[in-house]
């Protein structure tokens, strides 16, 4: 069963009884039919029995029928990765004139 409040969605996944993706945080950064969250999480990493580095997905859902379906994401594989977007945003929204 799919989620009908934006708030409930979640990258929490669990499989054979293990939380394989664990989100820490979320930020919802656009509501409504569409909505985009930013979803801080980790993996379980089965080789060394505990979570991996800090990871970060943008998540796009599009509510129909009552229930939010992901219709796209775009993971960002690294803290590295993500203070490089972060820095381009800055950069960007900073130099913009308009």
Do not use: C
Request: hydrophobic share 30%; aromatic share 12%.
């Amino acid at each position: 069963m799919g989620a009908t409040d934006v708030e409930d969605l979640t990258v929490d996944y669990t499989d054979e009884g293990q939380l394989v993706s664990k989100q820490l945080d979320k930020v919802i950064l656009t509501k409504g039919a569409w909505s985009t969250i930013i979803f801080r999480y980790q993996d379980w990493d089965r080789r060394k029995e505990e979570y991996g580095p800090d990871k970060f997905s943008i998540r796009r859902y599009q509510k129909r029928n009552g229930e939010y379906q992901q219709k796209s994401k775009f993971n960002i594989s690294s803290r590295d990765q993500a203070q490089k977007i972060v820095t381009a945003l800055e950069t960007w929204i900073k130099d913009d004139k308009t």
